[in-house]
């Protein structure tokens, strides 16, 4: 049985027992996954994915025992946003993926729970905020709406920006992976400020359309009586 991504599920693959009860005490914490089901191994995952349709899916690195890290992120993408807790070294094979926009990377170093925390956190946000938007219509935005989508989305992404590019001009003082991800972090602003651009267009295009399809009615309409 499909279970609705309102019931919030995040599916933990994880091996290692102590680190599935770290997770387990972080990510159960109220007003966060209301289920977190745990799988060890990469079969047992993918078999209740199917199952469950969670709304992310947590991929331990070592679960995957020989399958190929990049092959098991894209399968499970197909139902998820995914994120990886990976080697420090492995990274960089993530980026293509990472810039999709579909999976979030977590380097299996230090004290990283609480960042596993907060990718948790960001991901059900945008599941609900997903499922309050799925009615709404286009006839049902503001006139100004474009103007109001690129404000608020341009002006967080022109601080993203500039100070993900303040960091890269020093990129002597960072380490590879560091500077990686900065420029993976410029990518995705540039191609989101993008996607805005165009849909803003779309959507004044598709307004100006009804707006003249309307008035025509308007001129054609037979007055009564």
Known sequence: MTVASSDRIALLGVADAGLARQLLVELLRPGRARHLPVVESFAQLRAKVERVSPVVIF??????????????VRLLTETAPVVVLARAERQGELGPLVARGDVDAVA?????VPLVAGLNERRLRAAEHSDS???????????N????LRHEINNPLTGILGNAEMLLAHRDRLSAPAAKRLETIVDLAVRLRESIRQLSLAWESNHQLRVSQRRSSDEWRVPSG
């Open 133 to 143: 938007n799925a009615g709404t219509q286009w006839s049902e935005l503001p006139p």
């Open 108 to 112: 299996r170093a230090g004290d990283f």
């Open 59 to 72: 991929l331990d690195e070592p679960i995957l025992n020989g399958h190929s890290l990049e092959t098991a």
């Open 145 to 148: 709406f474009p103007e109001i």
